[in-house]
């Protein structure tokens, strides 16, 4: 671990004063522990096995400023619908990591089920919530997970009741908008899925070309018997900013899972899921695609904890780097003892794009019971040259056939989101970033 | 007998090669200090820049810490409390040739099954022997000399062949590499050196036995050996150790250079007592070995079966500098009881075109902990370069565990990098099948075992190949889930 000594730190340390003075009762205890942690064991370094690969330097020189709640004067709710997309559910906006009522758009949803804002429900269910809160910080300390538990204020609740079908997405879009100065904000979610209840949940990062700012999102996810949530998140964070978040989900008995991560945006981004099958027969499936480019540099560690018997895990993840960027996949699977007929795979391919573009990849496991079935593969590669000369003397320029070869790479993992005004939205951003390969509607 | 307790009793088999023999040794006091490192280079009469790279080597360990981010558990080891040099008391000078070696120790070396005189008429392969940690006997060293190749003990390439040594010596593992390895820089004791001259294919096997006999004692040996341009060498390395409740250290360094278009083949059998069924005693089997492709187009191969030792801690590595250069990795380890083996290969591509393929099969039984462990790096410079790593791993009973942590990091876009692994256990269809045709269960969990480790196995030279076999078999008996 490195020291505390660097803008970053100081820069909050001066702000985490003032914050003490207005916290919210249960949680101030936590939130003094969480900060100490920091100031006590620092910044994880590239000597940390877990984050080898996450490029910290540039974060820790930028002096942030503790976000707070404000009113954007350049948002309204048209230019969110406009940047975020409209995909047809509850819309819950986030502005540095706060609440922004004006710019939301709540339906109707079923009966006893919730969306909303977290520092609301903190207001009315404190005690309840703080253990769910503190977790992460609690069973996996590090410099960030201990931030947000110090200084997470808001960000979304979601809770569907038992067997509550919730068909719509919903959305929660977090947007960032600093004005002169760079923002640290720490927006916090929560989704609690009761029993036999099914629900989408979609989150989007964006910001404005230009701002610098560092987004050190965590959001839990608890599916509870047969609950099936599927989740998707866009990181399309403006190449300016930074983008730290953690994914901690875990699944009872017989529930499903799926997550899509979309990581297209950011100067430095690392978004770390961690799903835990704590009951028989649960599945999870986790896809990802980074697509790193200029001097980008996208890391991707995720972890499955199987600690039940009889639970499936698929994992698949595909990098295309270009340009300078760098991506990174750390896949680790852990079978705990006792949990017999494991079946777990994995795959991470990756395509490099230009001489400069770099990739490491990980795929780990960690097996302590015998009867599984646990399998992983990697490849790191280029373009086949045949196809490319294929295209190429059926007329296309180089550019051309090579734009269009990596888009068809890509659009495996985009064909497997199944929210439809989400996937057109993202094979246009996608295509517009590959060189404008045109899609076909 | 029920496949449970068929595979108990395969895997509860002894360990045999446990004994002791009685032969006087010369040893320096226990502990660690300049004056002790001082105490071997001059009982090994060695010139001053030797024991100028010793000293070095020991300051330098002073300032290192003990490595902590292996997957494997063990208590402190007091480095104070290890007798730094052992040696059979020679009852003469020293051996000139097979017959006036110690006979206690040919004896020795008759039970372990490598009769030096035996080896020397039947096999043709040239063995050099070291107990504890001195060479007792080098054999057809005439034959070697005829054709130009070096073979003989470190200690002796010191004093004839200074000038080879000092030019190699450190030059793919330096003394400040890690813990282990500068720990050895400065107090190894013997070890074997071999140098292949240019054009020179080596006319037989070399071969290495290592046995550590003393108690408390650490082997702390040095394997040298370079091969010149288009030179090939193969060579193979066998260990075992007395059965003792005490854990002893081994911390070997092995260097291999082959510079343009030379080929080197390192083959392994490790055996070293491992420790009773309750993970008491055993060697603490700490080694680093790496082999540098210096020229264009050479060729290292490692080939290692891992039976033996408590711990097992090495990544025989190599780096590809030579434009088409090759590496090879080929790996069999078994962890049963309470033996944990983290082991894996580095493969570092710079050079063009340079290939590397990564075989490793483990199989972990009891409580047995197995780990692989891999990086393969790509430079921005290795345009062209190729890898295909492999590792499965086979568990055999509920509470051993096989962890993979392999690492790919690519700097250059024309590389091709592929990994797959899988984790298996025998699975009752196979043994159902060869019940059905009337093979006992445990030969059909000897021979299913046998033939998961079959492709690394067909890499060994044809006499250790079938040692091998008979050590799974042995190391193995009775382990079906």
């Known amino acids: ?441 | 007998m029920n496949p449970q307790s068929e595979i108990r009793d395969f895997t509860n088999r002894e360990y045999k090669y446990g004994f002791v023999t009685d032969i006087e040794t010369d040893a320096v006091p226990r502990g660690l200090s300049e004056d002790v490192i001082r105490l071997i280079s001059a009982k090994k009469n060695e010139p001053e820049w030797m024991l100028d790279w010793r000293l070095k080597a020991y300051r330098h360990w002073l300032t290192l810490e003990e490595p902590r981010w292996h997957n494997v558990h063990y208590g402190p080891i007091d480095y104070q409390d290890i007798i730094y040099y052992a040696a059979p008391k020679p009852r003469a000078a020293g051996p000139k040739s097979l017959d006036e070696v110690d006979p206690a120790m040919v004896a020795m070396f008759n039970k372990l099954g490598i009769s030096l005189a035996e080896q020397e008429r039947l096999s043709g392969i040239a063995v050099d022997a070291i107990v504890d940690s001195v060479s007792v006997g080098t054999t057809f060293k005439k034959k070697l000399a005829e054709v130009g190749v070096i073979f003989c003990s470190f200690s002796e390439a010191v004093q004839n062949h200074p000038d080879l040594v000092r030019k190699y010596l450190g030059s793919v593992v330096p003394y400040t590499d890690n813990y282990f390895a500068t720990l050895n820089s400065a107090v190894f004791t013997d070890g074997s050196f071999c140098f292949v001259p240019r054009g020179v294919r080596c006319p037989m096997e070399l071969s290495t036995y290592f046995r550590i006999n003393a108690a408390d004692t650490g082997q702390f040996e040095r394997t040298l050996i370079v091969a010149e341009d288009a030179a090939s060498v193969s060579y193979l390395e066998g260990c075992t150790a007395p059965m003792r409740d005490k854990n002893q250290l081994h911390a070997a360094v092995v260097e291999l250079v082959a510079l343009e278009g030379a080929q080197i083949k390192y083959s392994t059998v490790q055996n070293w007592y491992p420790g009773d069924k309750d993970g008491k005693g055993g060697i603490y089997n700490f080694v680093t070995k790496r082999g540098k492709c210096a020229g264009a187009n050479s060729k290292i191969s490692w080939t290692q079966v891992e039976t033996g030792s408590a711990i097992t801690w090495k990544y025989p590595s190599v780096i590809l500098q030579g434009d088409g250069s090759v590496g090879e990795f080929y790996s069999v380890a078994l962890t049963n009881n309470r033996q944990q083996a983290d082991t894996g290969t580095k493969m570092i591509h710079i050079g063009k075109n340079t290939r590397s393929t990564i075989l490793a099969k483990g199989i972990s039984a009891g409580h047995g902990q197995n780990t692989y462990r891999g990086l393969v790096k790509i430079l921005k410079s290795a345009t062209g370069a190729r890898n295909h790593t492999q590792c499965d791993s086979l568990l055999l009973g509920e509470t051993c565990g096989a962890h993979t942590f392999p690492s790919i990091e690519v700097k250059n876009p024309t590389a091709q990098v592929e990994h797959e692994a899988s984790t298996s256990k025998i699975g009752e269809d196979q043994l159902f099948y060869c019940r059905q045709r009337g093979i006992r269960e445990e030969d059909a969990v000897s021979m299913i075992v046998n033939g998961f480790c079959r492709e690394v196995f067909k890499e060994l030279p044809m006499e250790f190949a079938v040692e091998a076999q008979k050590l799974l078999g042995v190391s193995l008996e009775g382990c079906v889930g």
Not at chain 1, 77 to 95: F, K, P
Not at chain 1, 153 to 174: C, K, Q, S, Y
Not at chain 1, 343 to 364: F, H, I
């Open chain 1, 1 to 441: 671990m490195s020291g505390t000594a660097n803008a970053f730190f100081e820069g909050l340390s001066r702000f985490d004063v003032k914050r003490n003075g207005h916290l919210i009762g249960g949680l101030k205890g936590l939130r003094r522990s969480a900060f100490q942690w920091v100031a006590e064991r620092g910044f994880p370094t590239a000597r940390d096995e877990a984050w080898k690969y996450t490029r910290l330097g540039p974060i820790l020189e930028v002096p942030f400023e503790l976000a707070e709640p404000t009113v954007s004067r350049r948002l309204s709710a048209g230019t969110i619908a406009e940047l975020a997309g409209d995909l047809g559910g509850a819309r819950l906006v986030m502005v540095n990591g706060y609440f922004a009522k004006e710019l939301s758009s709540l339906k109707t949803l079923p009966k006893g089920a919730q969306v909303m804002s977290l520092a609301a429900a903190l207001a009315e269910e404190e005690e309840q919530l703080a253990p769910l809160l503190s977790r992460p910080f609690r069973e996996q300390p590090h410099a960030f997970t201990a931030l947000s538990a110090a200084l997470a204020e808001d960000g979304a609740l979601v809770r569907i009741p038992a067997n509550t079908t919730i068909e719509e997405p919903i959305h929660l879009v977090f947007i960032s908008d600093t004005g002169a100065s760079p923002l640290v904000s720490h927006p916090r979610c929560l989704v609690l899925a009761g029993p036999g209840s099914r629900a989408t949940i979609v989150e989007s990062y964006l910001g404005i070309p230009g701002d610098v700012y560092l987004n050190n999102a965590v959001t839990d996810i608890v599916l509870e018997e047969g609950a099936v949530v599927e989740h998707y998140k866009l990181q399309n964070e403006t190449e300016t900013a930074f983008h730290i978040a953690l994914l901690d989900v875990r699944q009872g008995r017989g529930s499903r899972f799926s997550s899509h991560s979309l990581a297209l945006g950011a100067s430095t981004a690392r978004h770390e899921v961690r799903v835990r099958l704590e009951a028989e027969g649960a599945e999870v499936t986790l896809n990802g695609l980074y697509m790193p480019r200029g001097e980008q540099h996208l890391d991707n560690p995720t972890t499955i904890e199987h600690a039940a018997p009889h639970c499936t895990s698929r994992e698949f993840y595909k990098g295309v780097i270009d340009g300078h960027g760098r991506g990174s996949f750390d896949g680790r699977i852990i079978v705990r003892p006792g949990a017999f007929k494991t079946d777990a795979s994995q795959t991470n391919k990756n395509l490099l794009l230009s001489g400069s573009a770099q990739v490491d990849t990980r795929p780990r496991l960690e097996i302590f019971a015998d009867d599984v079935k646990c399998t992983h593969g990697a490849a790191v590669g280029q373009l086949d040259a045949e196809a490319v000369f294929y295209l190429r003397s059926r007329g296309l320029p180089h550019g051309a056939a090579r734009d269009l070869l990596s888009y068809a790479f890509v659009n495996e993992m985009l064909r497997l989101v199944r929210v439809e005004a989400l996937r057109s939205r993202v094979e246009k951003m996608v295509a517009w970033r590959l060189g404008g390969v045109e899609v076909a509607a």
